[in-house]
């Protein structure tokens, strides 16, 4: 995979295998559908990953998000660049779904365009620091058409399941 050098978009071959398809995605986070934000994922390392979701008229969310000019909800939009950042911290486990990711934080959100039906988003994710005590730190950024949607950054805890949240 290579990455443009002047907006530092991902560019993926879509006729090549994705490194997680759906399938495997659903066993590594607890989402399932239509609360499932990420389609496919196309590369990953240790501090980073690129996602894939096609955004289409039949997403849940857009019955009542003006049902007249259909818009991806931004709380959706940082929940699916947050699910993507998932996938790259708990696929290191070697039980993903014993541990579950829950938000701490989220600073600097910026939505630069709409998304619509129709739409494919590229989300990139990369760590910020290195993950201690359970706390993970990473920034996101989601391509529309090579144009940057949608940023953020955000913190979140990794817990193992039926344990008890502390902060």
Known sequence: MKIFKKKNIHEWNQEKDPIFDITKIMNILPHKPPFLLVDKIIDISDQKIVGVKNV?????????????????????????????????????????????????????????????????????????????????????????SNKLAVEAEFMAKIVRKNRLFIR
């Open 56 to 144: 289409t008229i039949n997403e849940f969310f857009f019955t009542n998000h003006f049902p007249e000019e259909p818009i991806m909800p931004g709380v959706l939009q940082i929940e699916a660049i947050a699910q993507v950042g998932g996938i790259l911290v708990l696929s290191k486990f070697r039980h993903p779904r014993l541990y579950g990711t829950y938000f701490l934080k989220i600073e600097k959100a910026k939505f630069k365009h709409k998304i619509i039906p129709g739409d494919v988003i590229i989300f990139k994710v990369c760590l910020l620091n290195a993950i201690r005590m359970g706390i993970v730190h990473m920034k996101g950024e989601g391509y529309v």
